[in-house]
Each structure stands twice: as structure tokens, then as C-alpha cells.
């Protein structure tokens, strides 16, 4: 059965830092994944992806620099390290298959986590 499940959200304080992980129940170096989030009141965005074999990475404009995804193929988890965390970053954040991974983010997801809530806040 295909499944995600994901970790590490919590309370931080701005500026401070946290780890995402979605551990998936499959070979995930041959599947495009990604990382989407929904803050409060607003639709769902894509955030980060990473095409099948590495091919491509993208990061939304609101977290490149700050965060970096990456994926551990052996264990058939990704991650996802959140730096210099600010109040707007507060949302669920999910992981999720995609059909594919391109320059323009992720695409036609497929396959959920469950979410994780992530609260900036002093």
C-alpha cells in the first residue's frame, strides 16, 4: 500500500529552525515528490519538489535560501530543513507523489501524507 507519512512540525520561534520528514512506504528515488503547505485562510501552494532520479529541484520564490529538500533514497524518506523561519511560513505542510517535477513546481500530485503543523510564533 502506498503511504506517507509525515513528522517534525511543532512551535518555533522566528528565525529558529525545523526538519520535515515524509517517510514513504516505496521506492521514492524513482518517483517525483514534493512538499506543499496551506496557511490559515489560504489555498493550498506547492513549496519544493524533486523530480524522479534527482533530475530537477525547485523551491517557491517565498523559501529559496531558506529552506533545502532533500531525499534519502536507501531509507525512502524526504526531508525537508526549514532555516530562518518567519510568521508567514506558519501552515500544514504535506508531502506528496507528483506526476512530475518541473521548473515550474510540482505537478498533478498524486498520493498524501497526512500533514504536519508548523506555527512561527514568538
Known amino acids: 500500500q502506498v503511504q506517507l507519512v509525515e513528522s517534525g512540525g511543532g512551535l518555533v520561534q522566528p528565525g529558529g529552525s525545523l526538519r520535515l520528514s515524509c517517510a514513504a512506504s516505496f521506492a521514492i528515488y524513482y518517483t517525483s515528490i514534493g512538499w506543499f503547505r496551506q496557511a490559515p485562510g489560504k489555498e493550498r501552494e506547492g513549496v519544493s519538489c524533486?523530480?524522479?532520479?534527482?533530475?530537477?529541484?525547485y523551491y517557491a520564490d517565498s523559501v529559496k535560501g531558506r529552506f533545502t529538500m532533500s531525499r534519502d533514497n536507501a531509507e525512502n524518506t524526504l526531508y525537508l530543513q526549514m532555516n530562518s523561519l518567519k510568521p508567514e511560513d506558519t501552515a500544514v505542510y504535506y508531502c506528496?507523489?507528483?506526476?512530475?517535477?518541473?521548473?515550474?513546481?510540482?505537478?498533478?500530485?498524486?498520493?498524501w501524507g497526512q500533514g504536519t503543523q508548523v506555527i512561527v510564533s514568538s
Open positions: 506528496a507523489t507528483l506526476r512530475s517535477c518541473s521548473g515550474s513546481g510540482p505537478e498533478r500530485p498524486g498520493y
Open positions: 524533486i523530480s524522479s532520479r534527482d533530475s530537477i529541484t
